[in-house]
């Protein structure tokens, strides 16, 4: 799972240490929801989940009332939750997590039905798929997407072209269409420069495979389905990494994946697009050396959020008002030249801002990339239990990396576990 300062870290962290995440929101939804005051309509969001200049201008834009906007550090929908069971001090509009979203939608009564405020005439112009996760079941929508994490293969041409593997991205695409493709590659690679391990960690792979597909770990009607031929293949996917040994060990965002990029010893790394931040601000002499290709197998999604609007809205039509022209294809594409916040709305995609070519990959336009990925995520329900129940998945094929249980021994683990854990929450 990847690891970055871009806004994963509270959901998944949590995933990867085991600990039960999403069961439930913790939100008291007993209390009455008291309105706000009219005199000012109040905003919050994360450090660097709306781009400034989109800020800025939406502030200048609607002057009356005034928007107070608030930037909350820390554990974001823990502080949210708590100001909502405190019932006081709650903003008329927030951002939420993409990792949190399914956690949330069983307390969609906290949130307006954005369909009731004129939503329909707008989510055309969003990504189905994003739009689906904000999506409860009896088709009430309580976010508007921010923006989207379509992954991609980042690799060095450099290494790939001394080791004799295809370089140009084109190429690249079309011989590395598959894990298979792309793991052979790994092969060819390590037997001309054994430094350089294609899989930076063959555990992230896991949960790159489960979002190539259509199902998750718990089905539509509330059923257990991770026992299942798709959460297998994304098991059995990351063991084989691990066996052919081109598993580089190296957990995505720490100290020796930094360095590791920058020396060649990690000359890929698959995940969203805003992963080039964290590239290029961790490499020092390896810029312009990079390039982008599509993600082997296909597009999978690692974060994007939402801009929710709270019953507690004093004016929940003006807020959405708000929201729409924040989130509009122009603003998104102002937030991606901004900090790179990959917009959820395709028709930002023939923005100028991001069709501009990149020289730390060689002069691409990794829109040409992100964008076709973006398009083609495949639709999958979401369960607000699938996090706690994916946990034991994370945990036991760390076992089988560090050689402690075998595959089938810690599959059947796993399994055993994110049945107990399902079990306790409900689910059948």
């Known amino acids: 799972m990847e690891l970055s300062r871009r806004t994963l870290l509270g959901g998944f962290a949590a995933v990867a240490g085991g600990t039960l995440v999403g069961c439930s929101s913790g939100m008291d939804t007993g209390s009455t929801a008291k309105k706000n005051t009219t005199t000012e309509l109040t905003m919050w969001c994360w450090p660097g989940g709306l781009g400034k200049s989109v800020i800025d201008d939406t502030i200048a ?241 690692f974060g994007g959020s939402f801009l929710a609007i709270t019953k507690n809205a004093a004016d929940p039509q003006k807020a959405f008002d708000v929201i729409k022209y924040m989130l509009s294809a122009d603003n998104e594409a102002k937030a991606f030249a901004d900090a790179q916040i990959f917009p959820s709305a395709p028709a930002a995609y023939d923005k100028p801002e991001l069709k501009a070519a990149d020289k730390f990959f060689g002069g691409q336009v990794p829109i040409d990339v992100f964008g076709p990925a973006a398009k083609a995520i495949p639709v999958a329900y979401q369960s607000p239990y699938d996090d706690s129940v994916a946990a034991p998945f994370h945990d036991e094929l760390k076992t089988v990396q560090t050689g402690s249980k075998t595959s089938d021994a810690a599959w059947a683990s796993a399994v055993s576990k994110a049945k107990a854990i399902a079990k306790r929450q409900g689910v059948q």
Not at 226 to 231: A, E, K, L, N, Y
Request: no cysteine.
């Open 61 to 301: 834009h609607f002057p009356d009332p005034k928007i107070k906007y608030s930037e909350i550090g820390g554990d974001f929908k823990q502080k949210l939750v708590t100001t909502f069971n405190g019932g006081t001090g709650i903003p008329d509009i927030t951002g939420i997590k993409g990792e949190d979203i399914a956690s949330l939608l069983p307390q969609a009564s906290r949130f307006v039905d954005l369909k009731s405020v004129g939503a329909d005439s707008v989510l055309g112009d969003y990504l189905e798929w994003k739009v689906n996760q904000a999506t409860t079941l009896d088709g009430k929508v309580i976010g508007l997407p921010i923006d989207v994490g379509p992954t991609g293969l980042f690799y060095r041409e450099d290494i790939f072209a001394a080791a004799g593997l295809p370089s140009d991205p084109a190429k690249v695409a079309d011989q590395l269409k598959t894990w298979d493709d792309y793991f052979a590659a790994g092969v060819q690679l390590k037997a001309k420069n054994p430094k350089a391990l294609l899989v930076w960690d063959a555990t992230d792979l896991y949960d790159m495979v489960v979002g190539q597909g259509t199902e998750r770990y718990i089905s539509k009607d509330n059923k257990f389905i991770g026992d299942q031929d798709h959460i297998r293949k994304a098991w059995d996917t990351s063991v084989k990494a691990m066996t052919m040994k081109i598993d580089g060990k190296t957990p995505s965002g720490s100290p020796d994946w930094n360095a590791g990029l920058d020396q060649g010893t990690i000359p890929t790394h698959i995940g969203a697009a805003w992963v080039a931040l964290d590239i290029k601000s961790a490499v020092k002499t390896s810029a312009g050396k990079w390039r982008l290709a599509p993600t082997p197998s296909g597009p999978a999604n």
